[in-house]
């Protein structure tokens, strides 16, 4: 028996902002696993910002993605053949063989997931890193304390979902900002107390001021640019700002906006602190336990956008972009 | 008795660099102090970057000076007149009433020093505000570690000479940066290991990069702009910026350079975090007196530049802004 999985190619480097002609799709034929492998087939995958970074050819805390050879990231998948006695057909494990409909690999190489009662597509999302990212960020980074006042970026994205929530679930005050109506109305449905339309908002440094007349103790930054700008005006002295991301400035071609209200991180005494996931993943075991009890108790919860098809993996990626996500972009591809 | 004393008033808030028409000469006589009063001839004056940021009329973390009264700083006088038993006529004392020849002012406002064998305009630079500012920044705020490379910008002003010799003290490479060939050359004097005048440097960046092949661990911030651009892509994995002032900026009309390299905080797990020396005030005692023993041993020295006389203590403070000054910039009045 062999098996003929489909997969997405980096073509070309992107300049600027990715579009199709940078990906291509080809076929490689599975034979079955060899000795200790496994056979997976992927049900869904990821696509995430922290992507784009990972197309251009610099050194960076993740290697570069090479040109001819498959993209990687985040999936989730069933064990359809096993030569492992940990691993038998029909288990769910996480790996981080994405952009692809399956593969071979050592069973060292995939993770058994424990359902905890959530979808298998949770564990690329809430229950997975974009929600350990949050929580870290939160919880670890901005050293989240009593009373703060908490500025959400992105609010209505993979992470920041989790974050306002988060945020609302440990009794804070929260302010999200997103883009447009549709992101708008889900941040009042799940409990932001300030919700910013920065589509709409003529001048975001007075709607987060206006939101918060005393100022913000905690900024979760996804987006950078004028956000980050409108957070350093805001913040009151001492605040802590947890730098997930900046996805406003990563197909910058010209090294990016200037952050022109740095110079009030000294008198304010502000701490700015830039994190990856990837650091903490020790606190994956407790984070999910956690979180499959707000989950279950009806506390926490998450959207997602979904694209179909391995074939419509890029596009889902230009979308992240576009901010055409509302919550977890994700691909389903069986 | 009475007393004359001259005093420097603010005349009119500065727009950009500020200019003699900004500020005044004026007299006042000065009774005898009254009950649990003293009075003090002020010795020496300190004329500090953070001043700058108290001429403008905006909120910050001290109250802006008003215009039409005697600006205040540090000062370091004798006491003259003592209505008070825990003072007596001779004492040394450091008060916040500079700007002015001498003063009555209610005992306890004013600090009674122990001299620990240093000269008394040392409680205005090594042993005063800008020494702890250095070794608060670099031992609390930057969290020094063995093996840590560190960077200093503004090496050779009144806090870089001391961050530069405690890290040395410590044992760390030091990376110190100034402009011009007198200052470059009193860093070589203070065993500062890689010396960058960056008025002769064609690119700051690679300055850096080339004294610290394999980056920075620490960078301590006098500067910003240019120099805080560097220290972001010269910065290892978890490198601690801790942002003293950003000179460069303090007299932009215009918000100041935008910093264009942040993003790489998030990748390379940056924290930058600023700090103002009066919140650590409480590590004043043991700084000193460490301070003494290094002084007293020959491991720590420092430089000053004196302006005579408080008819010149303007032209002291539009000196620091040129980077006119090599160390400890002073006014000795009297």
Chains 1, 2 share one sequence.
Request: charged share 20%; proline share 6%.
């Amino acid at each position: 028996m062999s098996l003929v999985s489909r997969e997405i190619r980096l073509k070309s480097r992107p300049v600027g902002m990715p579009n199709a002609g940078n990906f291509e799709l080809a076929s490689v034929e599975l034979p079955p696993p060899g000795p200790g492998e496994v056979q997976v087939r992927n049900l869904w995958m990821t696509v995430d910002p922290y992507m784009r970074g990972r197309m251009n050819d610099v050194k960076s805390y993740v290697p570069p993605f090479q040109v001819g050879e498959a993209l990687q990231g985040g999936a989730v998948g069933e064990v359809v053949a096993s030569n492992d006695p940990a691993l038998k057909p029909g288990d769910l494990v996480s790996t981080m063989f994405g952009w692809r409909e399956g593969f071979n690999a050592p069973a060292g190489a995939v993770q058994k997931l424990e359902p905890h009662g959530l979808p298998p597509q949770a564990f690329l999302g809430a229950a997975g890193m974009p929600g350990l990212t949050a929580y870290v960020g939160l919880i670890k980074v901005a050293a989240l304390k009593e009373g703060d006042v908490v500025f959400v970026s992105g609010a209505a994205g993979a992470v920041g979902q989790i974050v306002c929530q988060i945020a609302k679930i440990k009794g804070h005050t929260v302010i999200g900002s997103a883009g447009g109506a549709e992101k708008a109305a889900y941040l009042k449905e799940i409990g932001v107390d300030h919700v910013i339309d920065y589509k709409a908002a003529p001048n975001l440094t007075e709607a987060v001021l206006k939101a918060a007349p005393d100022g913000i103790d905690v900024y979760f930054e996804n987006v950078g640019g004028e956000h980050l700008e409108a957070a350093l005006t805001a913040a009151r002295p001492f605040a802590r700002f947890a730098l997930c991301g900046m996805i406003s400035q990563y197909n910058a071609t010209d090294g990016g906006a200037g952050v022109h209200g740095l110079m009030q991180a000294v008198g304010k005494q502000l701490r700015l602190e830039g994190f990856i996931v990837s650091s903490h993943f020790d606190m994956m075991p407790a984070f999910v336990k956690e979180l499959a009890g707000w989950v279950a108790s009806g506390k926490l919860t998450w959207r997602e956008t979904v694209e179909h098809g391995i074939e419509n993996a890029p596009n889902a990626f230009f979308k992240l972009f576009k901010g055409e996500n509302l919550g977890k972009m994700l691909v389903k591809l069986s």
